[in-house]
């Protein structure tokens, strides 16, 4: 993105693109019809579908037709049935409650870390905004898990803006401390997608909707398994948080090498040497498809996002 671009589109989402703010979360709420016009239904298991009460009613969900009976409303004749038969037949719905929907936001001190428009953890708080307002236009209830590695806050779904409010403040505060910790150059606790992972199981009831955003640092054998079993009685989707920078350096000469950390290790490339450069693609194409793979194996949903492209830009891969 040019400069230019870059500016506007903080302007417009009131954001610095290292920070977080409420105004930058609350904006995604202008953006649920839009959003809504690119989302696309994705496949799931019989468990993981709509939880539906055992009364009847006029609800969205149509259960079965019978005869009609003394009080029943004519509005739900099926008059199909009814010439067929000769006899009168009423249709019988079945309520739709309210789905819980949990996210879940990984914001370990690698999240911070943006070469061209956002930091990651910044975009990764945005997607969960976007993906909160989402929830709660459909009426669903809201819980989730922040955490990152230090502090963590477990939300139980709550309806309506409650849900959507607290878990804000929620991304807000720890988003805050990991922002503190990585300008004081803190290094980064290990197994914090192992520890909050079972903490999300204590938290989520078959039948929900879970939502993971994570750059996936640190990702193991373990975890995917977990997610793995939480996928067999819930719809849950996965988004790989990550900067065009990781993938691949630029071009150029710096009298300086660039200093290239993964929270644990730091290494110095000099982005003038060709083979430094190549070799350091190499090494990240080589983890993004480990990652990738990882997941196909285990029929998880895998979407990448970039912190270097508005998400309004990219929501159609996203949905």
Known sequence: MLKTDVDQWL?????????????????????????????????????AGPLLSKSRGRGMEFDEVRHYQAGDDIRSIDWRVTARTGKAHTKLYREEKERPVFIWVDLPLTQFFGSQFLFKSVQACHLAAALAWQAQHKGDRIGGLIGNGWLHQELKPAARQKGVLTLFHS????????LSRWSQKQQQQQNTLDENLKRLRQLVKPGSTIYVISDFYGADEHLLDGLRVLSQHNSLRCFGLYDPMEHELPEGYSPHPLAITDGQQQIDINLADSHQRQHYHSAA?????????????RRLSFTPVSSAIPLEQQWTEIT
């Open 171 to 178: 991304l807000m505060e720890i988003h805050k401390d990991s």
């Open 11 to 47: 302007k417009q989402l009131r954001c610095d693109g290292i920070s977080l703010g409420i105004q930058e979360l609350l904006y995604y709420r202008s953006k649920i019809n839009a959003f809504a016009r690119h989302h696309k239904s994705l496949p799931r298991s019989s468990q």
């Open 285 to 297: 194409a080589q983890r993004w498809e480990t990652i990738q793979q990882a997941f196909r194996q």
